[in-house]
C-alpha cells in the first residue's frame, strides 16, 4: 500500500516540477520582454506551484519513513544517511521492476530538480543584469542635476 503511494508522490513531484519549470521558463520569457504583468501573474503561480511541491515533499517524506519503519529500519527523520540506507532496504523489499520504477522516477526528479536551479540561477542573473541597466539609466538622468541650474543643458 505504502509503495504504491510512495510511485505516486514521486509521480506527483515529477509533474509539479515539470509545471515549475515551464513556469520558470515564462518567468524568464517576462523578465526578458520586460512585461511586468506576465512576470507578476507568473510570480503567483510559481508560489502555487512550489506550495503543492512542499506539500507533496512532505508526503513523501512521511511515506519513506512509514516504509522504512515497516521494513524493519527505525528511523524517525529522513536524511543522506538514512535514505541510501532505506533505497538498499528498498531494493531488497521490492520486486525488480517495482523497484525499477521508484529509480527512474527518483533520478528524473532529481534531474529535473537540477534543471529548475540553472533556469532560476539564470533568471537571477537576467533580472540582476536588468536591475544595474536600471541603476545606470537613473545615474545618467540625474547625473546632469548635479550641477548648478545655469551649467544645465536643456
Known amino acids: 500500500m505504502n509503495k504504491d503511494r510512495l ?16 513556469a520558470s521558463k515564462q518567468k524568464q520569457k517576462a523578465v526578458i520582454i520586460n512585461d ?3 512576470l507578476e501573474e507568473t510570480n503567483r503561480n510559481e508560489e502555487i506551484i512550489l506550495n503543492k511541491l512542499e506539500h507533496k515533499e512532505s508526503e513523501r517524506l ?5 516504509l522504512a519503519n515497516e521494513m524493519g529500519l527505525n528511523i524517525k527523520e529522513v ?4 535514505i541510501k540506507d ?9 520486486a525488480p521492476e517495482e523497484f525499477a520504477t ?10 529535473l530538480v537540477q534543471e529548475a536551479d540553472l533556469i532560476t540561477k539564470q533568471n537571477n542573473l537576467l533580472i540582476e ?10 545615474n545618467v538622468l540625474f547625473k546632469s542635476q548635479n550641477k548648478p541650474l545655469l ?3 536643456a
Open 7 to 22: 510511485t505516486k508522490i514521486l509521480r506527483d513531484q515529477k509533474a509539479i516540477l515539470s509545471e515549475l519549470i515551464t
Open 102 to 111: 521508484v529509480s527512474e522516477l527518483r533520478k528524473d526528479t532529481k534531474n
Open 36 to 38: 511586468i504583468m506576465l
Open 62 to 66: 512521511n511515506i519513506i519513513i512509514s
Open 129 to 138: 543584469q536588468a536591475n544595474s541597466f536600471i541603476k545606470q539609466v537613473i
Open 79 to 82: 536524511n543522506s544517511k538514512n
Open 86 to 94: 532505506f533505497f538498499e532496504l528498498l531494493k531488497v523489499n521490492l
Open 151 to 153: 551649467d544645465r543643458k
